[in-house]
């Protein structure tokens, strides 16, 4: 592998690699801090510097300079990846704004962060390409929020999601969540929606249509971590603070390799499902709708999944 190559795998993989890196750090930092009062002072100054920086519009800069990843990837790159991340049944899409619903989450929603944040697929220019909302932690990091920000994301609370909405933008939302995350593998699709209230609320709201989509192949090729330590730490973890560390597998690293080459085989499509309007429906029967639009999509394509909860 080339030094160009591994240039661009370094940064397109950037982003999850910061998730990691910061959320590491923070634990490190938030122990030392206990034992010592010099390594807070410094914290305090660095988090200074960081505030300063972006008040000033000069980390903005300098991330939108980073971002430009097309001077780092081949035109070869490129194809690997629009061949490899399928958008499929665009014509579906709405014209207006809309609340979009994604499942599954899967190891890092590649396909959702590709084709939301990174634009590898052509999306439709009549059509608005939605904001990805995540989880709100991420937002407490320092600089990794400045690049969620310029990679199009929001924070995944109710009143963010509402006022973007109201702004006449679409938004995309990872339903189900961290639990349906450590659901997720290389085995059987499990999707976390017949629960979920909040979204169909927002919608109706805001008065905006409900889109479903479905990513079919990303958990096969990125799955995560399934070694019984690793479960169980993460289990812990989940339990005490209400979320999880995605940890790639082998065979996750290896598939984002090997796209450098080549097309991954299968390809990772990505299905927009009908949209379900909220207009003079109560809740329940919206919810109601989206669950049956997700099971009639999984029956018609055999998909290997289902909806637990």
């Known amino acids: 592998m080339g030094l160009r190559q591994i240039a661009t795998a370094t940064i397109f993989y950037l982003p999850f690699i910061l998730t990691l890196f910061f959320a590491f750090i923070s634990l490190l930092v938030g122990i030392a801090t206990i034992f010592s009062g010099t390594i807070l002072l410094l914290l305090f100054a660095a988090y200074g510097v960081y505030g300063v920086t972006r008040d000033l519009g000069i980390l903005e800069k300098v991330i939108r ?8 990837l081949s035109q070869d790159v490129i194809h690997h990846m629009q061949e490899t991340f399928v958008l499929k049944s665009v014509e579906k899409l709405p014209s207006e704004p809309a609340l979009f619903i994604c499942h599954p989450h899967g190891l890092f929603g590649h396909s959702w962060i590709l084709h939301f944040c990174y634009g590898i697929s052509p999306w439709p220019k009549d059509k608005p390409k939605p904001l990805l909302a995540i989880h709100s932690i991420l937002f407490k990091l320092p600089f990794l929020r400045d690049i969620l920000e ?9 009143e963010t999601i509402q006022a973007w909405l109201q702004k006449g933008y679409s938004i995309a939302l990872l339903t189900g969540g961290i639990e ?6 290389s085995e059987r699709v499990k999707l976390v929606l017949e629960k979920r209230k909040g979204y169909a609320r927002i919608a109706k709201l805001c008065k905006v249509p409900i889109v479903p989509m479905f990513t079919v192949g990303e958990n096969e090729l990125f799955p995560n971590e399934s070694f019984w330590i690793w479960k169980s730490i993460n289990h812990l973890i989940h339990k005490w603070t209400g979320i999880s560390l995605p940890l790639p ?4 690293m290896v598939s984002w390799t090997k796209i450098l080459q080549g097309p991954l085989n ?8 009908n949209p379900v309007s909220t207009q003079d429906k109560p809740e329940t029967e919206i919810r109601k709708e989206c669950v049956q639009t997700m099971k009639t999509f999984l029956q018609e394509q055999n998909l290997n999944a289902q909806i637990i909860a």
């Not at 597998?249 to 996750?252: E, G, L, N, R, T």
């Not at 299968?266 to 499902?273: A, D, G, I, K, M």
């Open 249 to 252: 597998s082998w065979k996750s």
């Open 65 to 72: 300079y980073i971002k430009k990843t097309s001077s780092f």
């Open 266 to 273: 299968p390809p990772v499509q990505t299905f927009v499902l």
């Open 150 to 158: 310029q990679c199009r994301c929001i924070e995944a609370t109710e």
């Open 180 to 185: 349906e995350m450590k659901y997720n593998g």
